[in-house]
C-alpha cells in the first residue's frame, strides 16, 4: 500500500492555509472512483502567487487531459501551472535548458534525452528518497527506479525522473469472431503461440501481419519485436546490458532474438504478403489485414496506441481484442513487459514544483487521466475501477502484473542506434541480411561513437 507522507518529493515547506483559486473541475470532488483523500495535503498549501511551468510533447486531446489533472492541484493549493505542449518539445528543451531559462518541469518520451540532460547538470537530481518511493509504489519498482537513474558530469549517480502514463507494447491484436470461425484459441505461452501459427499454416492461413514503414522512421516496428522477444529469451539483466552497449550488439543473444523475429517476419507462409511486403507495409495500415474477408491474417503485434488505425467502425473489445504476448512455459523468466512512456523530471526548482511533482505521483493525479482515457499506470496505488474502459483496465492489469518491465531499448540508445542503424538494420534484415551482418553493422556504429 502507499502511504501518505512517503511520497518521494519533500515539499521545503508549507503554509496553513489554502488560498485555492475556483476552478471548472471535470469530475466532482467526492464522487467517482478517485483517492479523493489524496487532496487533503494539498489543500494545507497556500502556494497562491506561485507559477509552474511545464513543457512536454501533449498535444491536443492528451493537452487537454493533463491540464484538466493539474486543475486539481490549482484548486487546492491556489498555485498556477502553466502547461505548454510542444511537437519539437526534444529540440526546444534542449535550447532551453542549455540558454538557462528552462521550465520548472519537463515530461520527457524518451529516458536518454533526460539521461543527456542530467550529464550536462540540467536536471534536478530528486534524491534516494524518491527513487526508493518509486521502488515500493510501482509495478516491478526496481526497474523503474533504475530507469530514472542517471550520472550527472561527474560521473555520480542520482534519481532524476519519476515515470507518469505508460504505455503497453507487449501486445498481439486479433478478431474474435476469426478465431472462433476457424476454430482457435488464444494462446497462453510462446510454445503455444509458435504451435497456433504452425496450424495457421497447416490450414491454408496466413498466422501474422506486420509492417515496418512509418516514412522516415521505418523500421521501429522491428526493434519493438526484438525487445520482446529478448524479455523472452533472457534475463532482465542481458536486455539491461544490451541497451547499455555493456553486451554487445553482437552478442549471440541478441543475435537469437533477431533470428527468432525472423522466423515470424521472414517466413513466407507466416505473414501476409511474404517478407518482401513486411518492409514496406506502413505499420498503421498492416491491422488492415485481420479485418478483411476473409482475413489475409489473424494476428498482429503491435501497442495498446494501435487501434487509433483501426477502421472506423470496429469496436475493440467487440470486432477486435487483444492478448498479453506471452512468455515462454520452458523459460524462468515470468511474464515480461515492453513498455514506454513519458517520465517526469524537474528543471528548474522551486516549492511550488515541489508539491506538483508530489502531487503527480499520488494515486488520485493518475485516476484523473484514467478516468479519461488513453493512459495507463504501473502505479499500484490507483483504482483500476478508474480506468475509462474494460479495455484500458484490462491492459492496466498486464501491466501491473507483470514480473519485468522494461522500457522501449531503441529510445534508450544514442539515436544514432536507437533511431538510425537499429531501425535501418531491421529493413535489411527482412530484405535478406543474415542476423550476423546486422548485428555486426550496428555494433561498428556503436563503436564509431
Known amino acids: 500500500m502507499i502511504k501518505k507522507r512517503t511520497l518521494a518529493v519533500a515539499i521545503t515547506s508549507a503554509a496553513l492555509a489554502t488560498g485555492a483559486m475556483a476552478q471548472d473541475l471535470h469530475f466532482p470532488i467526492g464522487e467517482g472512483p478517485f483517492s479523493w483523500d489524496w487532496l487533503e495535503e494539498f489543500e494545507n498549501l497556500d502556494l497562491s502567487g506561485q507559477t509552474v511551468t511545464i513543457t512536454g ?34 529540440q526546444q528543451i534542449q535550447v532551453d535548458t542549455q540558454a538557462g531559462s528552462p521550465p520548472n518541469m519537463a515530461i520527457f518520451p524518451q529516458p536518454g534525452l533526460a539521461e543527456d540532460l542530467a550529464r550536462q547538470d540540467l536536471l534536478v537530481p530528486l534524491g534516494s528518497d524518491a527513487a526508493d518511493w518509486v521502488r515500493e509504489n510501482f509495478s516491478d519498482g526496481d526497474g523503474w527506479a533504475d530507469l530514472g537513474t542517471f550520472e550527472n558530469s561527474s560521473g555520480e549517480e542520482d534519481f532524476y525522473g519519476v515515470m507518469y502514463r505508460v504505455d503497453l507494447k507487449s501486445l498481439v491484436w486479433y478478431v474474435p469472431d ?31 501481419t506486420i509492417g515496418l514503414g512509418s516514412g522516415a522512421a521505418t523500421g521501429w516496428p522491428g526493434t519493438d519485436w526484438i525487445e520482446d522477444l529478448m524479455l523472452r529469451l533472457h534475463e532482465p539483466e542481458v536486455y539491461d546490458g544490451w541497451v547499455t552497449n555493456d553486451i554487445p550488439f553482437n552478442d549471440p543473444r541478441v543475435i537469437e532474438a533477431i533470428e527468432l523475429f525472423g522466423e515470424f517476419a521472414r517466413n513466407p507462409d507466416y505473414v501476409a504478403g511474404g517478407p518482401q511486403a513486411v518492409a514496406t507495409t506502413d505499420f498503421r495500415d498492416a491491422p488492415q489485414a485481420l479485418f478483411d474477408i476473409p482475413p489475409r491474417a489473424f494476428m498482429h503485434r503491435q501497442a495498446n496506441f494501435i487501434p487509433a488505425f483501426f477502421p472506423d467502425d470496429v469496436v475493440v473489445g467487440e470486432d477486435v481484442d487483444f492478448f498479453y504476448m506471452p512468455s515462454y512455459d520452458g523459460k524462468d523468466l515470468g511474464d515480461p513487459v515492453l513498455s514506454a512512456g513519458t517520465m517526469m523530471a524537474i528543471t528548474r526548482d522551486s516549492n511550488a514544483t515541489r508539491a506538483l511533482m508530489q502531487f503527480l505521483q499520488t494515486p488520485l493525479a493518475h485516476e484523473l487521466w484514467m478516468a479519461q482515457g488513453e493512459f495507463l499506470t504501473v502505479h499500484l496505488g490507483a483504482n483500476t475501477e478508474a480506468y475509462a474502459s474494460d479495455v484500458l483496465r484490462r491492459q492496466g492489469e498486464i501491466l501491473l502484473g507483470a514480473d519485468t518491465v522494461r522500457f522501449d531499448a531503441s529510445d534508450m540508445m544514442p539515436a544514432a542506434i536507437g533511431a538510425g542503424t537499429f531501425w535501418t538494420g531491421m529493413v535489411d534484415f527482412v530484405g535478406g541480411a543474415s542476423a550476423q551482418e546486422i548485428a555486426d553493422d550496428i555494433q561498428r556504429s556503436w563503436d564509431d561513437l
Open 57 to 90: 510533447p501533449w498535444l491536443g486531446g492528451e493537452q487537454d487531459s493533463i491540464r484538466r489533472v493539474l486543475a486539481y492541484f490549482e484548486d487546492a493549493t491556489g498555485a498556477n501551472v502553466d502547461y505548454s505542449g510542444s511537437d519539437s518539445f526534444e
Open 178 to 208: 476469426n478465431f472462433e470461425d476457424y476454430g482457435y484459441e488464444v494462446p497462453t505461452s510462446m510454445e503455444e503461440m509458435i504451435a497456433l501459427s504452425d496450424q495457421m499454416v497447416a490450414d491454408g492461413e496466413t498466422p501474422w
